[in-house]
């Protein structure tokens, strides 16, 4: 029997390319990443196994909080970081409160 390795993948939210592909960088050292620009862009890596994503609340928000809802169905244990200005943000403070979101960065 052949020992398999399967491979999660951290996906990386966001619309700021320049501050996305800098953490890309760092993170692809030792994982494999994928990005994700638009709505389109996440709902289509959600079909990879993700571990971990790291996302721009704005972007989160932009898309819906349906995106999260969809998101934590079809991979309830993948973590979510999101990075932001507007920690009062309700539908932050729903995501956080039904446990979807793993931390909050400002």
Known sequence: ?????HTYHVLV????QGKLNQLTEILRKDHPVLLAYTRAEIESQLTEDIAVVIADQRIVEASGV???EKAFETH???LWILFGKDPNS???A?????GQIYHYFR
Do not use: C, R, Y
């Open 76 to 78: 309830p244990e993948t």
């Open 66 to 68: 349906d995106l999260l």
């Open 90 to 92: 309700k539908s932050l």
């Open 94 to 98: 729903q995501a956080i409160h039904k």
């Open 13 to 16: 939210v966001g619309d700021q």
């Open 1 to 5: 029997m052949k020992n398999e390795h």
